[in-house]
Nanobody, 115 residues
């Protein structure tokens, strides 16, 4: 059974920084991408950032220049460094691994940006 566990969410003031981490365990093979999605209250889940196993990154326009995704395929970890946070970045952040044609999801970690 594959399990993704996230950590690092919390409450931060506008302009602040947070770092999210996610580790996958279990029988997960042929990882293609590792990344993050988020869901704001009353909104659909949306793509945030991802990294391929060859190190190519991709970001949503709303976070470019503020977020940095990194990962280690061998260790099955993916991180998201978030800076210059805005209130509109608030939401539940979900870790995602895409492997062998399947999507695996973490349980989500809450990020709240508020003064």
């Amino acid at each position: 059974q594959v399990q993704l566990v996230e950590s690092g969410g919390g409450l931060v003031q506008p302009g602040g920084s947070l770092r999210l981490s996610c580790t996958a365990s279990g029988r997960i093979f042929m990882i293609a991408t590792m990344g993050w999605y988020r869901q704001a209250p009353g909104a659909q889940r949306e793509f945030v950032a991802r990294i391929t196993t060859s190190g190519v990154t991709d970001y949503a326009n709303s976070v470019k220049g503020r977020y940095t995704v990194s990962g280690n395929n061998a260790e099955r970890t993916v991180n998201l460094q978030m800076s210059a946070l805005k209130p509109e970045d608030t939401g539940v952040y979900y870790c995602n691994f895409r492997a062998a044609g399947r999507d695996y999801w973490g349980q989500g970690t809450q990020v709240t940006v508020s003064s």
